[in-house]
């Protein structure tokens, strides 16, 4: 195994490069005398921001290693250009004494190596070098650009002050990642990012990879990060790596088309071996068709199975429903405040809760999403105000953290039974199968589960007794793709209240109807969208870069409440129309897929042979469909040019 340059983070912010290709060839890795990968290769090309895509224990984070020279695969290479370097975020940023900006700004070696030169040169022609460097590089901008990076991170100027060992793990996990995109090396490996980021934070690292100006490399599970971030997927499956172009959804029906063909050949093959066996069964001893018999015995050897991909879909879930149905609202606050201790975190807080109520919570960490929930659940009590209940409220609250509360050496069965203490052993296992678990993994114990699988086991005893409301905080952290759409299919599902707290944008857009944003030090509705929400966090990043790049910080005098006033009498405004573009794009979509189904159907070559009339029907509806979305098109386009017009973004 061969990875050409250097493995270093930091360079030259400005240093003037071509992003390199980066080319695997013939890769194959064993672990445990396990295959994981198999004389695999792929090309991605340059400046490409790519998402690596794969079931988990697939080898995606094996792979990151050995590209980093952390493992010596068996077999085959990997390359880039000389001099290229690749960059991963480190375990966590260290515990010292120096500054977060400090500990960004270190990333550079070369800018601090040249300062610290710059304090002790006396050959006044290697002073001018040392300066004419520094300013080639951008030394004069690297704080400002270092504390934009900590900024769109979740950290504020103060906090970018502070020592790092002020901070805890996750939130110096950040620090470790702004320190990486500081130095922009020329491959960004980046392996499951949003695992510590919140909403914000996701949101921003999206915009900041789109934008990336070398080539990327994402392990993610956040579907949204993987259609808006990047431009490309590189699929490991069964040791194999494939690429394709576009983002995840894409990938998805490509994958899909292919395993539609894939099924229709393979049934194709299956059906001409089974000819051929019952003619070889039926004539082998017949000495007049003997040398046929070995004729087609021979083919049949030949003939192997066509494999099918695999479709990767993850076992469902299941929320059970409540006992008894509640009369809204469930949950009323009047004035309501909370806190710890003689500290208030959230106050002024009007809001009701009904029973079928889908609710995220939207604001940075540290603002007080978590306490607000631990308020609804009923963890933490009032400091002032009135919170009414329904007399018959059962609540249930799953949070990643609860993870250490397992039983390390129990299995998922042994969790159930004090549950269930009368219940034969068949029916203890079929409600375990409800949580999503393998059967192989019922009898495995919990410290030996991956962390979907103690996730599934999780949700699914919190859950257990069916409560009126389920309040769910960062959920799909370890859960994989497949697994995060059965937990999107359980919540739709299931008839009860839900507040939801996660960093996965298609998530929240899959399941809530509404939205309260926590900030300020209370909790409201927030009267826009996901996307207005979007635009807002990104519009603060740039307003905080703005400022930090001010000699005074004081170029804006417009206030954040007011923009937020003029931009909710500009949606207000521009309501109507935007329902109209959203329609359409609906349409065409409901059209594109339409579409889609008729190609695939059209691709069978027998379908012309076996059935000419339908191939006619096929091709006629697909005629018609290609008018309408064309009809479709020019609609959306109309109103799209209205809607720029009035003012809409």
């Known amino acids: 195994m061969s990875i050409s340059g250097s493995c270093a983070l930091a360079k030259p ?44 224990g697939a080898g995606k984070s094996t792979l990151f290693k050995i590209l980093m020279g952390e493992l010596s695969s068996e077999s085959g290479s990997s390359s880039m250009p000389r001099n290229a370097r690749i960059g991963q975020v480190a375990q966590e940023a260290p515990g010292t004494q120096d500054s977060l900006l400090q500990t960004v700004l ?11 030169e710059a304090e002790t040169a006396t050959d006044p022609i290697r002073i001018a070098e040392i300066h004419t460097r520094l300013a080639d590089i951008g030394s004069h901008s690297a704080e400002a650009r270092a504390g934009a990076i900590l900024s769109g991170l979740g950290f504020s100027a103060e906090q970018q002050q502070e020592p790092c060992a002020n901070f805890s793990g996750g939130w110096r ?29 996701t949101l921003w690292l999206e915009n900041f990879v789109a934008r990336y100006p070398h080539q990327v490399l994402l392990i993610s599970h956040d579907r949204d990060l993987l259609n808006k971030a990047v431009d490309s997927i590189v699929h490991l499956d069964r040791g194999k790596l494939t690429f394709y172009r576009g983002g995840y959804d894409s990938f998805d029906r490509q994958r899909r088309e292919k395993l539609i ?38 083919m049949l050897e030949k003939m192997q199975p066509i494999t099918v991909l695999d479709m990767e879909s993850g076992l469902p879930l299941r929320i059970p429903d409540a006992q008894v149905q509640l009369s809204p609202p469930i949950i009323k606050l009047e004035s309501a405040s909370v806190g710890y201790g003689d500290k208030t975190i959230l106050s002024r807080i009007n809001l ?35 919170m009414i209940t329904s007399p018959k409220l059962n609540t249930a609250f799953f949070a990643q953290h609860q993870l250490d509360d397992l039983m390390p050496d129990a299995t998922a069965v042994d969790h159930v039974r004090p549950l269930m203490p009368d219940a034969p052993e068949s029916k203890l296992r079929a409600r375990v199968d409800q949580f999503g678990l393998p059967t192989d993994r019922m009898d495995t114990a919990a410290r030996d589960l991956s962390g979907g699988e103690k996730a599934r086991l999780l949700l699914g005893l919190a859950t257990f007794t069916g409560p009126n409301l389920l309040i769910l905080d960062e959920p799909t952290n370890h859960l994989d793709i497949d697994s995060r759409e059965a937990l999107v299919h359980a919540i739709n599902e299931y008839r009860g209240a839900v507040i939801l707290i996660s960093h996965d944008r298609h998530l929240i857009e899959a399941c809530a109807d ?23 966090i990104l519009q603060k990043d740039k307003d905080n870069g703005d400022k930090g790049s001010s000699a005074n910080g004081e170029e804006k005098k417009e206030s954040l409440t007011d923009r937020r006033r003029a931009a909710a009498e500009k949606r207000a405004q ?5 329902k109209k573009i959203q329609e359409q794009e609906k349409e065409m979509a409901r059209l594109q897929e339409k579409m889609d189904k008729l190609d695939v159907a059209l691709s069978d070559g027998d379908l012309y042979v076996n059935d000419p009339e ?30 720029e017009e009035a003012g809409g973004e």
């Open 13 to 56: 912010q400005h240093w003037v490069q071509t992003t390199p290709m980066l080319q695997i060839t013939d890769l194959t890795y064993r672990i445990a005398g396990r295959l994981l990968i198999d004389n695999a290769s792929v090309t991605i090309p340059s400046n490409a921001k790519t998402g690596l895509v794969g079931r988990n």
């Open 106 to 116: 270190a990333a550079d070696t070369e800018r601090t190596a040249l300062l610290e």
């Open 173 to 201: 996990m950040r620090v470790a990642l702004a320190a990486l995109l500081f130095s922009e090396p020329d491959l960004l490996l980046l392996d499951e990012p949003t695992n510590y980021l919140d909403l914000e934070g």
């Open 261 to 298: 063909l894939q099924k229709k050949e393979s049934e194709k093959v299956e059906a001409r071996r089974k000819h051929m066996q019952a003619f070889v069964d039926r004539f082998r001893a017949k000495a007049t068709k003997a040398r046929q018999a070995q004729s087609r015995l021979k």
């Open 352 to 386: 009701n809760i009904d029973h079928d109520d889908r609710i995220a919570l939207l604001g940075a960490n540290g603002n007080g999403k978590s306490t607000f929930a631990k308020l609804i659940a009923g963890r933490l009590g009032l400091q002032a105000g009135n």
């Open 514 to 536: 509404r939205l309260w944003l926590v900030n300020e030090g209370t909790v409201k509705p927030y009267d826009g969208d996901m996307e207005d929400y979007r635009k807002l």
């Open 574 to 578: 521009l309501a109507p129309l935007k």
């Open 614 to 643: 339908k191939a006619t029907k096929y091709a006629k509806i697909r005629a018609e469909a290609e008018r309408l979305l064309a009809r479709a098109e020019e609609k959306w386009l109309e109103l799209s040019d209205q809607y």
